[in-house]
């Protein structure tokens, strides 16, 4: 071969001509930071040229913070007004609706985890909670918790392609195509995928391991900062090659 034969780089990852992507961290219970970061995505928007703009809520919307009620009822509209809003399942909306939709032995566990503020949010009564039944927990979950959440939160996909991003809660097992990944997996691999500097055959967008800051990684970008304890809700904005963070 000669030695002047040229180099070729491969292409950055994209998003597909004409649409521009915003993906939501983990929002566990914090309407309020909802709210603002999606103030703040639609102001940005604005100042773009007009695209077919869209927003992934990146899973765990429930747990820990104040208003999972709210955050539920927000992402079930599928619209932020001015972009439609899509929603993929994380490992907490996995444990409500096992927690309030099997036989309650899970219950105890997901208070431990952030449950008792969900439950208190959709109007559960502080006593019941305190007093540990978890048959009584879970009759008075389904008493106030809608069917139709349940159901919605049931059906929640697992992931989101867009052109060479891959939108999903925690992650992928490395070495494993994307189209044979375990939805498990998906809700709540850590350390296989986070260690990892495989190629998985698009960027991965994901939540579910909390970072101070923003993690850009080759391989994928990792958006959880903790938002429930930091005050600090993460967006990345994704248009063409270029990316930009939006934060509360």
Do not use: K
Request: glycine residues 10%; aromatic residues 6%.
């Amino acid at each position: 071969m000669s030695g002047n034969s040229p180099i070729i780089t491969p292409d950055p990852p994209s998003i597909p001509e004409g649409r521009r992507v915003y993906a939501i961290g983990d929002v566990h219970g914090r309407m309020d930071l909802l709210d603002r970061l999606i103030r703040m995505i639609g102001d940005d928007d604005t100042r773009r040229p007009q695209l077919e703009t869209e927003i992934i809520l990146l899973g765990d919307l429930v747990d820990r913070g104040p208003d999972s009620a709210g955050v539920v009822a927000r992402a079930m509209t599928g619209s932020a007004g001015f972009a439609p809003l899509h929603t993929l399942m994380g490992n907490h909306e996995e444990q409500l609706v096992d927690s309030v939709a099997g036989d309650g032995e899970m219950i105890s566990a997901w208070l431990f985890y952030g449950g008792r503020e969900t439950l208190q949010s959709f109007g559960v009564p502080e006593q019941i909670i305190a007093s540990g039944d978890e048959t009584a927990m879970m009759r008075a979950a389904r008493a106030v918790i809608p069917s139709d959440v349940i159901r919605w939160l049931r059906a929640l996909p697992m992931s989101r392609r867009i052109g060479d991003y891959l939108f999903v809660h925690a992650g992928v097992r490395p070495g494993v195509p994307l189209d044979e990944q375990d939805p498990v997996d998906m809700r709540w691999i850590r350390r296989e995928f986070l260690e990892s500097e495989a190629d998985h055959g698009a960027v991965v967008v994901h939540g579910h391991s909390i970072r101070p800051e923003v993690q850009m990684c080759p391989n994928r970008i990792g958006i959880d900062t903790g938002a429930y304890a930091s005050d600090r809700l993460t967006a990345i904005g994704l248009e063409g090659a270029r990316r930009w963070v939006l934060q509360t």
